[in-house]
């Protein structure tokens, strides 16, 4: 079953403005990633956050956790047209992390010209 | 040259036939893992080795089995291929550091079973 639900299923902005996707879970998790994946390829690490962490910063890339809440978001500020891709976030449980990630089913963003 | 890479990147099979997937990586890294992604179902961990002799079952293993021949290669095998195994896999290497599993993957080969 899917460890991580990403809400929304698909986002639609336009470019320069800002785009914000979260992630639900359900177990204990030692780390949550988010990962990039354009049309067809390969996923790419965007950015992880511990669980003992609250907030944190990679460029334009802002990403916050709530253990409490079971959640996390990923903020993308001053959208640009490359950033058009599906977003993933992924959990490796507490305890574990030794058989891979879960990944949610992902955010399809799209930025309008 | 890419760390990881996927052979085929696309694959055309009938029902039945045993279908091969390889994967190389440069990265030196000890932990493999296999991917299938299937429309709106995101990712789902097929099997993962963390060396040579150790491969463990993922979430959907079954119809599948995999060969770790070395630490760079990691190979997928359909037995018998059937027709909703049709999907996008996926290859991805990691090493974990105090307890970061970030992985890094492949391009991806796309397998459509007739």
């Known amino acids: 079953s899917q460890q991580g639900e990403e809400d929304p299923q698909a986002l639609s902005i336009q470019e320069g403005e800002n785009a914000t996707m979260n992630c639900s879970y359900k177990?204990?998790?030692?780390?949550l990633q988010w990962y990039r994946q354009n049309s067809g390829r390969g996923l790419v690490h965007l950015i992880l956050?511990?669980?003992?962490?609250r907030e944190k910063h990679s460029g334009r890339l802002r990403v916050t956790l709530d253990t409490s809440k079971k959640s996390s978001s990923l903020l993308i500020t001053a959208s640009r047209a490359a950033d058009t891709a599906s977003y993933f976030c992924a959990t490796a449980v507490s305890g574990g992390g030794a058989d891979g990630l879960t990944f949610g089913k992902g955010t399809h963003l799209i930025i309008q010209p | 040259d890419a760390d990881v890479t996927q052979t085929p990147r696309n694959r055309i099979t009938k029902t039945g036939k045993r279908i091969m997937l390889e994967c190389s990586q440069t990265?030196?890294?000890?932990?493999m893992y296999w991917y299938r992604q299937d429309p709106g179902l995101g990712l789902r961990l097929i099997y993962y080795?963390?060396?040579?002799?150790?491969?463990n079952k993922g979430e959907i293993s079954d119809g599948y089995s995999v060969s770790r021949q070395a630490q760079a290669k990691f190979s997928l095998s359909l037995e018998s291929a059937i027709p909703n195994q049709t999907a996008l896999y996926f290859c991805?290497?990691?090493?974990?550091?105090?307890?970061?599993?970030?992985?890094?993957f492949g391009p991806g080969t796309r397998l459509t079973v007739l």
């Open positions: 956050i511990r669980s003992n962490e």
């Open positions: 177990t204990s998790i030692n780390n």
């Open positions: 080795s963390f060396d040579v002799k150790d491969i």
């Open positions: 991805a290497t990691s090493d974990p550091i105090a307890g970061v599993n970030e992985q890094f």
């Open positions: 990265k030196g890294h000890d932990r």
